[in-house]
């Protein structure tokens, strides 16, 4: 290129004007083609940032998203364990007051009991054993109980008590 340029240039040395004018027109061919140059690089640098700014919004997009979802899920498990806690209140203070009866109601059957050995003391068929009839009798009539008001669903039932026998419920009081 730089030959055909010089080569030009003495070609019109016979032209002085023209010279000049050629010179002018090879100046400004130069500079159009810089410009363009410089325009194409720049539009293909300005389309590259477009894309990658695109493709940056779309990915703020979806984390906005994600975000959105773990906020939200956030306050649900935050409910669930405000909930939680509500519920965990609510069982100890029911804990508390079984173990507070239980606690009641096997000091009165400890009481019971003592007082059943005293009476029983005694009493020469006391140690002796219920005879089959009678734990028999005693069975039915539980069964009766239990079938008459339906206790034992849901409820407390009457149990045997015959099997639970006075005479051996001293050896578990305290």
Do not use: C
């Not at 016979?14 to 539009?43: D, E, M, P």
């Amino acid at each position: 290129m730089w030959t055909l340029i010089k080569a030009a240039w003495m070609a019109t040395s016979t032209f002085k004007n023209a010279r000049h004018y050629i010179l002018l027109v090879i100046v400004g061919v130069l500079a159009g083609g810089a410009v363009y140059a410089i325009y194409t690089s720049q539009a293909r640098i300005i389309a590259s940032q477009a894309n990658s700014l695109q493709s940056s919004g779309e990915k703020l997009g979806v984390a906005r998203q994600d975000n959105e979802l773990l906020k939200q899920s956030l306050e649900a498990a935050q409910r669930g364990q405000a909930d939680a806690e509500k519920k965990y209140v609510q069982l100890d203070a029911e804990h508390l007051a079984n173990a507070r009866k239980l606690e009641e109601t096997e000091r009165e059957n400890n009481e019971l009991r003592k007082h059943m050995r005293d009476a029983q003391q005694g009493d020469p068929g006391a140690n002796g054993s219920i005879p089959i009839d009678v734990k028999r009798m005693h069975d039915e009539a539980v069964r009766a109980f239990n079938e008459k008001y339906r206790v034992g669903r849901a409820g407390t039932q009457a149990s045997d008590s015959a099997r639970a026998d006075v005479r051996y419920a001293g050896s578990s009081v305290r």
